[in-house]
T-cell receptor, first 117, second 116 residues
Framework: AQKVTQAQTEISVVEKEDVTLDCVYETRDTTYYLFWYKQPPSGELVFLIR????DEQNEISGRYSWNFQKSTSSFNFTITASQVVDSAVYFC?????WGGGADGLTFGKGTHLIIQP | GAVVSQHPSRVICKSGTSVKIECRSLDFQATTMFWYRQFPKQSLMLMATSNEGSKATYEQGVEKDKFLINHASLTLSTLTVTSAHPEDSSFYIC????????????FGPGTRLLVL
């Protein structure tokens, strides 16, 4: 069975600070995908990134960066120079079935990020 | 591209009535669609997997007779909450997996259901 743990329930920082959201996952499969989604108050999920288990390269997209460490089963997300618009709930998710299997995502409990002006 | 819509976006109903929620993939064909439920301040939980032309697969603890799923075409899946009760009030989100890109899911905007 798969599991995603986001230990940080809520994080509050002042604007322009850097912040890292932690994600630890469990799966028995060797092929899997990891995701990060942002959920603003409107409720709609905003896709941020998908990473497959064979690609351990870290990724940077503007102020966002992701650190994937298979050795520790972690997929952490860092926002650099945070802005008030980054305030939202962020979910880490796992899909551990390749293609044809009908497998939904397993979500972590989410981290509520509050950026104070 | 890759847009998923849900209708209605918000619904209020009386206890005991049934509510149908539609999930449509607007610009791609989806052989598989997923239904999630999110209670306030909680995570998304997978309810069921809907495959076009076949019966849905329900997660443990989800009553299939209460949450009827129909996936009649490659662009439409419906979730019907039968005899809704206040405890069914939640945010229901669907996602659709494109036929061509099996590792990707596109999420709809969600439907807020309030049962009085």
């Amino acid at each position: 069975a798969q599991k995603v743990t986001q230990a940080q329930t809520e994080i509050s920082v002042v604007e322009k600070e850097d912040v890292t959201l932690d994600c630890v996952y469990e799966t028995r499969d060797t092929t899997y995908y990891l995701f990060w989604y942002k959920q603003p108050p409107s409720g709609e999920l905003v896709f941020l990134i998908r990473r497959n288990s064979f690609d351990e390269q870290n990724e940077i997209s503007g102020r966002y960066s992701w650190n994937f460490q298979k050795s520790t089963s972690s997929f952490n997300f860092t926002i650099t120079a945070s802005q008030v618009v980054d305030s939202a709930v962020y979910f880490c998710a796992l899909s551990d079935r390749w293609g044809g299997g009908a497998d939904g995502l397993t979500f972590g409990k989410g981290t509520h990020l509050i950026i104070q002006p | 591209g890759a847009v998923v819509s849900q209708h209605p976006s918000r619904v209020i109903c009386k206890s005991g009535t049934s509510v149908k929620i539609e999930c449509r993939s607007l610009d791609f064909q989806a052989t598989t669609m997923f239904w999630y439920r999110q209670f306030p301040k909680q995570s998304l939980m997978l309810m069921a997997t809907s495959n076009e032309g076949s019966k849905a697969t329900y997660e443990q603890g989800v009553e299939k007779d209460k949450f009827l799923i129909n996936h009649a075409s490659l662009t439409l899946s419906t979730l019907t909450v039968t005899s809704a009760h206040p405890e069914d009030s939640s945010f229901y989100i669907c996602s659709a997996r494109p036929r061509q890109y099996q590792e990707t899911q596109y999420f709809g905007p969600g439907t807020r259901l309030l049962v009085l």
